[in-house]
């Protein structure tokens, strides 16, 4: 356990905001292990070849010397004499996974150029370079997104896929040395560049952070395949990114700073299935540098209070990276944590492999309803600004039904678009939907959200770039009804004929990986002897036990019918619309007056009504820290079965301490007060024939002036207390947005005061 004098590569400065949990090194169990994750993601195709990083580094120089190209023929534009054009200089930095050496064959290269004062990044930037680069043959697919909150630059250079941010610093001259991880390079810069430079300095900062930068690697490169493999990487749709994710890894590796690969994965799930969100997760303490940046702080920003799952930059100024994460999404990653850790314990047991951890997210058999969102646009362009558009405004029909829910109905967004290849310039995205677990499901009871969907619309259809053609059309769905082009080949796969445990997390039986999983959940690390058993009892007995620890936590095991023949629903018609109701026992979609679909039921099962919550608020100066409330799902405590050992009982003492204590959290409708805000804030409106589209665009901050028809606030059966039947509304209808009151947010005093030092102090001495 965690002992004081941690002697490191950081000239024996401690790394992170507490001590380490452990400073044990590998067993010859986790040398093995190691090398079998090594081999796993190397045979899964995650390591790019020789020639393609010799590629990439080509791309690289070649990108460098034609920015310098461009800062030249700029200043001698502004007028320079020949001496200042020949000084002037610009430079290109990487970010993101390439910098931190986890990036995949085929994945884009997030760089930065670092330009001098003179050079704008509307004028010099967006279209002098953006000119050269048209006019390069191997300059492909440039698509420029200049009202992007983080400006970028996107296209393909020799096939190589670039995403090019600008940063303009306060100098004349940029020096080829350049250090941006010092804080003076924020001294006079815009709002921007201060983003734009973020990524770079975030970057650099992790791998400082770090003790072991080839674990911390691996490790990094197991959890984002993990994430993706478990529909839990996507930043746009609510989930981690990738920043997200180095954040996590960096701060297990802070953790357990000898510790390897296999280890650290283990470690991941145990420490993050037991953390107490919202209370923060950083790589070092929060500093409020000499510039006045504002950096994260619930004390100071309401706003900050409402995050429900902190994970915190640890470059100035410091952010909150996982600010789109909301209460649904939050559930979703923490039940999956759940499951990870349970088949850690099993590895461990060394009755399961790597397969398992790693088995695909069967998205489309957990749900009974989904909503279906379908976009058109006129040519492969439009729908690739269309679609960048939707996309960044999906997070908010997540929140939109949340909130007029009062949160008793739970959206899971899929990250990933499906497209029908039948039909041209064509994409769709899926939300599963299901009743908060503990909500009864009284007959007759109906979730409206009709009103919501054209809110949603509404707020799509703010699209400044919009062009005829541009759709949008959200349908409800069955399970059954499922269209066959989101599964792979095109077949729908054999439903298992039971799904174990909550809803999210779910588990095949297979006759070989049952039984080890079972002997390592119950903890029966004793006293049977499976050899003296009889062949038939001990399977029998076996699988009995297996499936009651596995699903202890839920408590309940889901039957699930096998093949079936069922018809498909295909993507109706872009420009009608469909409404949406969701009933106890059903969800209404363009049903008849008092129609309702039979079979809407939970199929997860996590219970926030009485989860505990708290955010604990660091302290900026290394002083004690006022703890503000948030909101979030409850993380269920470590598993422990009859067979865990002392260590690791102390281990999870230590982990409690270091995510932080529980405090109740704020009332659920106050998160998803940031919607007032934006639509309070925009300005103009482009009135469309049931279409919308995106990117990440602040111009989706301007406010329509729709003349004519004016919808007021829609109550919901929940507030007026009875149930209305609404007949079904136009998806292209003109709808003006008007929101319900928000409900203000009470004035709180600090819960409770705690200082990290006292943190690691209790964390030394529970070993």
């Not at 000119?131 to 393909?156: S, Y």
């Not at 699209?463 to 066959?484: A, N």
Request: glycine residues 8%; proline residues 6%; neutral net charge.
């Amino acid at each position: 356990m965690g002992s004081p004098g941690l002697n490191n590569r950081n000239n024996g400065q401690q790394l992170g905001v507490t001590e380490p949990i452990s400073f044990g090194g590998p067993t010859e169990f986790d040398v093995i292990k190691s090398s079998e994750l090594e081999k796993f993601l190397a045979d899964a195709g995650l390591y790019e070849s020789q020639e393609e990083a010799v590629s990439r580094e080509e791309v690289l120089g070649r990108l460098d010397q034609i920015v310098k190209k461009w800062i030249k023929a700029v200043s001698r534009a502004k007028g320079f004499n020949e001496q200042l054009v020949q000084e002037a200089n610009a430079k290109i930095f990487t970010f993101g996974s390439y910098r931190l050496g986890v990036h995949g064959p085929g994945a884009d290269i997030d760089t930065l150029c670092v330009g001098p004062r003179h050079a704008t990044r509307e004028e010099d930037f967006f279209i002098e370079l953006h000119k050269m680069l048209v006019e390069m043959p191997e300059v492909t697919e440039l698509h420029p997104v200049p009202d992007a909150h983080v400006p970028v630059m996107k296209f393909k250079f020799d096939g190589v896929s670039i995403d090019l941010l600008y940063a303009k610093l306060s100098l004349w001259v940029i020096p080829e040395d350049l250090d941006i991880s010092q804080d003076m390079v924020l001294q006079n810069v815009d709002e921007q560049t201060v983003r734009s430079l973020n990524g770079c300095r975030v970057t650099d900062q992790i791998l400082r952070l770090v003790p072991n930068i080839q674990s911390f690697r691996t490790s990094l490169r197991c959890m984002r395949f993990w994430a993706k493999r478990r529909g839990v990487y996507s930043n746009v749709a609510g989930f981690l990114g990738g920043i997200n994710w180095a954040l996590l890894v960096a701060r297990i590796c802070q953790l357990y700073p000898n510790a390897l690969p296999s280890m650290l994965v283990s470690r991941f799930f145990r420490v993050y299935t037991q953390w107490r969100w919202p209370n923060p997760v950083m790589l070092c303490p929060i500093e409020e540098g000499s510039l006045g940046l504002p950096v994260w702080d619930p004390r100071k920003y309401p706003r900050d209070r409402l995050h429900t799952m902190p994970i915190i930059t640890p470059a100035y100024p410091c952010m909150n990276s996982s600010y789109n994460v909301s209460s649904s999404t939050l559930r979703v990653m923490t039940e999956e944590f759940q499951r990870g850790n349970e088949i850690c314990e099993v590895m461990e047991q060394n009755k399961a492999d790597w397969n398992t951890l790693f088995e695909p997210y069967p998205f489309f058999e957990v749900y009974k309803n989904y909503l279906q969102i379908d976009i058109t646009a006129e040519n492969g362009d439009d729908l690739r600004k269309w679609k960048g558009w939707v996309e960044s405004r999906l997070r908010q029909l997540t929140l939109k039904i949340e909130r007029h829910t009062f949160g008793m109905l739970q959206c899971h967004p899929h990250p990933n678009d499906f497209s029908d290849k039948s039909r041209p310039f064509h994409c769709c995205y899926f939300m599963g939907l299901q009743r908060k677990q503990g909500i009864a499901a009284n007959e007759g009871k109906q979730f409206d959200i009709r009103a919501t969907v054209e809110e949603f619309k509404h707020s799509v259809g703010m699209y400044t770039l919009w062009k005829p053609g541009m759709e949008i059309h959200v349908s409800h769905i069955r399970r059954k009804s499922i269209p066959l082009f989101v599964f792979p080949g095109g077949v729908r796969a054999s439903r298992p004929a039971k799904v174990i445990g909550e809803g999210r997390m779910i588990m095949k039986l297979k006759s070989d990986s049952a039984d080890k999983s079972c002997e390592s959940t119950a903890g029966a690390v004793d006293a049977v002897d499976d050899k003296k058993r009889k062949l038939d009892d001990d399977t029998n007995q076996r699988n009995r036990k297996c499936m009651s620890s596995i699903t202890s936590a839920s408590g309940k095991v889901s039957e699930m019918s096998g093949n079936r023949s069922l018809p498909i629903i295909g993507p109706s018609a872009p420009t009608t619309t469909t409404s949406c109701s969701i009933t106890g026992s059903g969800m209404n979609v363009d049903a008849p007056e008092g129609a309702r679909l039979e079979g809407f039921e939970a199929n997860s099962h996590c219970d926030s009504s009485n989860s505990v919550c708290v955010t604990q608020i660091p302290s900026h100066n290394g002083g004690e820290a006022e703890g503000s409330v948030g909101c979030s799902p409850p993380i269920r405590s470590f598993s422990s079965g009859a067979g865990l050992s002392c260590s690791k009982e102390a281990e999870k003492l230590a982990i409690e301490k270091i995510s932080g204590p529980a405090l109740a959290h704020q009332d659920f409708s106050e998160e998803l007060d940031e919607l007032e805000d934006e639509f309070s804030s925009m300005d103009k409106t482009k009135h469309f024939g049931g279409g919308t589209k995106g990117s990440t665009v602040e111009s989706s901050t301007r406010k329509a002036g729709v003349a004519g028809n004016e919808v007021g606030p829609t109550k919901s059966s929940l507030q007026s207390g009875n149930l209305e039947e609404l007949e079904p509304a136009e998806l292209s209808a003109p709808f003006v947005n008007t929101l319900p009151a928000s409900t203000s947010v009470t004035q709180r005093k600090p819960l409770i005061r705690l200082s990290l030092n006292s943190l690691a102090k209790a964390t030394s001495k529970s070993s």
